[in-house]
């Protein structure tokens, strides 16, 4: 079963798990050596079959013991200080505030340039699954790290009631956006370092479709509001951007019926579905112009979600079928030169009857970086698709988090900053 970290607890000393505690021990002997663990995990296959499921093959991964090294006081103390920040950069963000509680040394290096400048140059930690949701009137948040596979608890005291709804995740940051009974807002946050702003006003108050984008190259982010939400089509196109701090107007999107509330933003493009005219509507972000692409949906096509992938990879995700007894689920990419959907995997049948057990129930789909997630809304079951090793996998431990609650991609990084 996986465990719930408290990821507030882990700011101050405490028991660890024997597991993190070797992880983290290895992870220093390495980095001192010079050498970085880039060496396979041994796989082996058990056959097991949850309640509900039907029998399948859940991959687990052995861990490799290493000897216990002892290391003496004193040679912690000769460490230089850039080799120490470049050997914590390269430790999984979510157990490094373990080690805060080490000494004060330890404890300020978070907010220390040297660190950041060797975090931000270290390969990312790897997806994380965000889960979002309010019970009792109070912001609940938790993050499902897959290359640890283990949940930890964030607190997101620091939300305002109105922040209800999950717009997204880029690059580090979160965004939220809500109605406070007088205006349309929206917040931007780093879960990592707790440190969130509110964004000026847009020109027009009222709710839209939002995406968030993120650009390391010069540390900053955009905020791009796309047409209203209950289908007024005189609202001009918004953009926040974090280097200017303001909100700029841009041109109106064309007349057209969006079938899906659902975006993508793919190689600096937003696309947006539409039933008339038929096909996508893309905007580019460094002309603020619309544009119609034909690419006709497959035929009977239930409902579809637009998935960004990585190298300008688009994806299209949907179920197929009038009845439920020949439903099937799809994923489809856009050829950009022909402005066709082609078929590039159908989920398998055991997989798609677990997911979903009615024909009609609820489910969500996003990706990142070439990885797709299913969720399913009332179950609260994750699967994972990858489109480049073409493995369907589940997502162990998440039925809790996952049940009724929003989700989406998340890059845990502490060099990211919200102004």
């Known amino acids: 079963m996986v465990g719930i970290r408290d990821f507030g607890s882990l700011l101050g000393p405490k028991n660890g798990s024997s597991n993190d505690n070797e992880y983290l021990k290895n992870t220093i002997v390495m980095a001192r050596n010079g050498v970085r663990n880039t060496s396979p995990s041994r796989q082996k296959v058990i056959k097991t079959k949850p309640r509900g499921f039907d029998e399948e093959t859940v991959a687990t991964f052995s861990k490799i013991i290493h000897p216990d090294v002892q290391m003496e006081d004193s040679i912690w103390g000769l460490l230089p200080e850039d080799l120490l920040n470049e050997v914590l950069a390269r430790v999984p963000p979510f157990l490094l505030f373990r080690l805060r509680s080490v000494c004060k040394r330890w404890n300020s290096v978070l907010y220390d340039s040297s660190f950041l400048k060797f975090h931000s140059q270290v390969p990312s930690h790897g997806p994380c699954l965000l889960t979002f949701w309010k019970n009792a009137q109070t912001h609940q948040c938790s993050v499902f790290s897959l290359p640890l596979k283990t949940w930890y608890k964030i607190p997101f005291r620091f939300l305002p009631d109105w922040a209800f709804w999950l717009v997204g995740s ?28 509110v964004l000026p006003s847009m020109h027009y108050n009222q709710q839209r479709q939002l995406v968030m984008v993120v650009n390391r190259t010069d540390r900053s982010f955009k905020v791009i509001a796309a047409s209203d939400i209950y289908g007024d089509k005189t609202l001009p196109t918004e953009v926040y951007d974090s280097k200017l701090d303001r909100w700029s107007l841009h041109q109106i999107m064309p007349a057209v019926n969006l079938c899906s509330s659902k975006m993508a933003f793919c190689d600096s493009r937003l696309y947006l579905e539409t039933l008339s005219p038929l096909g996508l509507m893309m905007y580019k972000v460094d002309t603020g112009q619309w544009e119609h692409i034909p690419a006709k949906f497959p035929r009977s096509l239930l409902d579809g979600y637009l998935v960004a992938g990585a190298q300008k990879r688009l994806f299209l995700v949907g179920r197929i079928g009038l009845y439920s007894t020949l439903q099937s689920m799809r994923i489809w990419e856009l050829d950009h030169a022909k402005t ?80």
């Open 170 to 197: 880029s690059g580090g940051l979160v965004c939220f956006s809500g109605f406070d009974g007088l205006s349309f807002k929206t917040l931007v946050c780093n879960p990592l370092t707790q440190a969130w702003r």
């Open 340 to 419: 066709v959907w082609v078929e590039i995997s159908r989920m398998p049948p055991k997989y798609f009857r677990a997911l979903l057990r009615l024909s009609a129930e609820r489910f969500e789909c996003f990706g990142q970086d070439n990885l797709i997630c299913f969720t399913s809304w009332n179950q609260g079951k994750g699967l994972l698709y990858d489109v480049d090793r073409k493995v369907w996998s589940w997502i162990a431990g998440c039925a809790l988090q996952l049940c009724n609650s929003q989700v989406c991609f998340y890059e845990p990084r502490f060099d990211t900053s919200v102004n």
